[in-house]
Nanobody, 121 residues
Framework: QVQLVESGGGSVQAGGSLRLSCAAS?????MAWFRQAPGKERERVAR???????TYADFVEGRFTISKDNAKNTMYLQMNNLKPGDTAMYYC??????????????????WGQGTQVTVSS
């Protein structure tokens, strides 16, 4: 059983930056960031696999960068130029096997507890 622990959330003003981290207790082939705002469905932000291939949701618009340190089983999300619309609980998700870049929310079996990101205008 792999455990995922997020950190790095907080409150910033619009235009600010935050860096989220997700530490896995063991090997994870595919990791992803999802987010969920109050009253909305959980949506995918970005995905990355062990080889470093990655995808982003359209709304990222070049503002976020996902990365992964395989030696540390840790994933990061650098978020720049944050907007109030980015306010949400951000969740780390993991999947042990392929496929990764086409995996949807229900394909991920491991989830962290979430870290809150609040962006004020």
């Amino acid at each position: 059983q792999v455990q995922l622990v997020e950190s790095g959330g907080g409150s910033v003003q619009a235009g600010g930056s935050l860096r989220l981290s997700c530490a896995a207790s063991g090997y994870i082939y595919c990791m992803a960031w999802f987010r969920q705002a109050p009253g909305k469905e959980r949506e995918r932000v970005a995905r990355i696999n062990q080889e470093g291939s990655l995808t982003y949701a359209d709304f990222v618009e070049g503002r976020f960068t996902i990365s992964k340190d395989n030696a540390k089983n840790t994933m990061y999300l650098q978020m720049n130029n944050l907007k109030p619309g980015d306010t949400a609980m951000y969740y780390c998700a993991g999947r042990l096997v392929r496929p990764c870049l086409s995996a949807g929310r229900t394909d991920f079996g491991y989830w962290g507890q979430g870290t809150q990101v609040t962006v004020s205008s």
